[in-house]
Each structure stands twice: as C-alpha cells, then as structure tokens.
C-alpha cells in the first residue's frame, strides 16, 4: 500500500442493467487498478422506474435515485487522504458521477462512457468522454455540442450503440481496445 500522501482512489458508477463485469468498466477498473488507484466498485442503485428510454420524467427520477443511492454509499469516505481520484461512470453513472464530484467539491478526473445530456448539467474538472454515434440513448449532435462547449474531449465511434458496440465482434474488440488505450492515456 502506498503511503497516505500517494494514495489515489477510483470509483465507477456503473449504468442501468452495465455493471462491473461490462467490458468498458471491467477493463477501465483493471488499468486504474494497475495504476495505484484503489478501487471502489460496489456502488449500486436500487429502486430505479424502467423503461425510462425517451421519458424525461421517469429519466429525471431515475437519475435521482440513482444520486441518492450514490450519496449514501460514499458518505463515509474521507476524499482528502487522496492525492487523486478518479470517476468513472458509464451512462446514468455517467450523470450521478459529475454531479457528485461537483457537489462535493472533489475536483477528481473523470471518465464518462456513453454521456447523456443530463451529464453536461455538472461537467467539473477533467473530464473526457467515450460515445457511439449510433447510441439510442443520447441525441449524439446535442452531446457533441455540450462537449464542445464544455471544452471536454469527445470520443466518437462510427455505428457504435450505448454499450460502443457495432454487432461487429472482432470490430468491437477493436473498439474496447481504442477506448482502453486511450483510458489509460488518461490515468
């Protein structure tokens, strides 16, 4: 274990139904293992509406919740024994991430795979994003306007959906790998 100075601690705020064990944050939490950061992977959200796609209302509540579970279960870390902190969020972890690290005045780095627009509302720090231009899930024109003006670097991949896949396997391989590069790069 490194020194208290040094120390340095990655969370990830999974998405609704991608956890853990999804390639971007599976791998993502491997590399910021393998850079000194501690890893606090547990974060879950319970009680969230379904079939929120395209209802803004169930959307909002959902990204409440989602922040209430979140308030919870880091409520007992102490930010400052950290040199750095990383977030690390994938779609609604993406939103609940920045609004977390804004509130709180944490000034971690931060990664978003596959930002909705709501996640722009807190964009705070170090930021760079990841997204498919084929995402069902976010109107990609308005996100790459809110990253330009946000001045957050954008990622986009060609046919890619929410999870950055195309149904292509061996170009999803490709992808997975061109976002770990480029996620390492960051840390």
Same mark, same amino acid.
């Given at each position: 274990?490194?020194?208290d100075s ?9 998405g ?19 850079d ?15 079939k ?15 922040y209430?579970?979140?308030e919870a279960?880091l409520?007992?870390?102490?930010w400052t ?5 990383l977030f690390?969020? %994938?779609?609604i ?5 920045? %609004?977390?690290?804004k ?13 909705v ?5 807190n ?18 024109? %308005?996100? %790459?306007e809110l990253?330009?003006s946000?001045?957050i ?6 046919g890619?959906n929410?999870?950055?896949?195309s149904g292509?396997?061996?170009?999803d391989i490709?992808?997975i790998?061109?976002?770990m590069?480029?996620t390492?790069n960051?840390?």
């Amino acid at each position: 274990m490194e020194s208290d100075s040094n120390r340095k601690l990655a969370v990830i705020f999974p998405g609704m139904g991608y956890n853990t064990y999804g390639p971007l944050l599976y791998y993502s939490g491997k590399l910021a293992k393998a850079d000194g950061y501690e890893l606090k992977l547990d974060i879950e959200y319970h009680d969230l509406p379904q079939k929120i796609r395209g209802d803004l209302n169930l959307m909002q509540e959902a990204a409440s919740k989602a922040y209430e579970c979140v308030e919870a279960q880091l409520s007992g870390i102490d930010w400052t024994a950290y040199k750095d902190i990383l977030f690390i969020g %994938k779609s609604i972890g993406t939103v609940v991430a920045g %609004k977390y690290n804004k509130e709180h005045k944490i000034g971690g780095k931060q990664i978003w795979y596959t930002p909705v627009e709501a996640t722009f509302k807190n964009a705070d720090g170090t930021i760079e994003a990841f997204i498919g231009d084929a995402d069902p899930w976010s109107d990609i024109e %308005k996100v %790459k306007e809110l990253a330009v003006s946000s001045g957050i670097p954008l990622h986009i991949y060609p046919g890619c959906n929410h999870s950055l896949e195309s149904g292509d396997i061996i170009a999803d391989i490709r992808t997975i790998s061109d976002v770990m590069e480029k996620t390492r790069n960051i840390l």
